[in-house]
């Protein structure tokens, strides 16, 4: 007998969890980095029966290399904090990657501002 698809938003609701998590850690324990103070998550992705979350960001700052690098470096150290306050039985793996939307579609305003 096939296997019944039943629709789940398991894997989004962990990856929303994870992302607020993260965001708290980034907020009380890095508020005083300044690379990592102007990071805001603006999204996440769940994926691999939920071992993985990649994490969007978005950097008011214009270095978004040092803001990857930096983030880079604390993930272990920002993983061992969110499995502090995640409950779940095991603590996903997780991954910042830039989210440049914003700055598409502010080039796509003055492209379409410029046809005129």
């Not at 214009?62 to 904090?81: G, H, M, P, S, Y």
């Not at 969110?82 to 996903?92: S, T, W």
């Amino acid at each position: 007998m096939p296997k019944k698809f039943t629709e789940s938003n398991r894997n989004d609701r962990v990856a929303a969890k994870v992302q607020t998590i993260v965001a708290e850690i980034l907020r009380d324990e890095y508020s005083d980095d300044p690379v990592l103070s102007g990071v805001s998550l603006v999204g996440s992705i769940a994926h691999g029966g939920l071992q993985f979350v990649k994490l969007f960001f978005y950097c008011r700052t214009n270095d978004i290399d040092a803001a990857q690098r930096r983030l880079d470096v604390e993930t272990k150290t920002i993983r061992f904090l969110m499995g502090q306050r995640l409950d779940q039985k095991y603590v996903p793996q997780i991954k910042f990657i830039y989210d440049d939307t914003l700055e598409r579609a502010a080039r796509i305003d003055d492209l379409l501002n410029n046809l005129k």
